[in-house]
Nanobody
Framework: QVQLVESGGALVQTGGSLRLSCAYSGRTSDIARMAWFRQAPGMERTFVAQIGWSTGHKYYGDSVRGRFTISRDNLENTVYLQMRNLKPEDTALYYC????????????WGQGTQVTVSS
């Protein structure tokens, strides 16, 4: 059974940095890709970044490209999201997601970790 647990959310000031972690439990052979999404109050959940578990290929949403970096530690079964130059519009609940396929919807989700950026 796949479980994802996010951590690292906090209150930071504009321009600050934060690193989120997502610990994955389960068979790593079951996972093809992992990703971060975020959802601001009253808004739909949006894509932030994705990484191929074995390939390491990375993709980013337009609003975070150049500021956020996704990475993985295959030995620790953990995916990270390093966030720099944070802006108030980055305030959201950040979710970790995983899936067995390289396309389509993600089937496994964490509970989320809150990031709040003060102006």
């Amino acid at each position: 059974q796949v479980q994802l647990v996010e951590s690292g959310g906090a209150l930071v000031q504009t321009g600050g940095s934060l690193r989120l972690s997502c610990a994955y439990s389960g068979r790593t052979s079951d996972i093809a890709r992992m990703a971060w999404f975020r959802q601001a109050p009253g808004m739909e959940r949006t894509f932030v970044a994705q990484i191929g578990w074995s390939t390491g290929h990375k993709y980013y949403g337009d609003s975070v490209r150049g500021r956020f970096t996704i990475s993985r530690d295959n030995l620790e079964n953990t995916v990270y999201l390093q966030m720099r130059n944070l802006k108030p519009e980055d305030t959201a609940l950040y979710y970790c997601a995983a899936d067995r396929t390289y396309g389509g919807q993600f089937n496994y989700w964490g509970q989320g970790t809150q990031v709040t950026v003060s102006s």
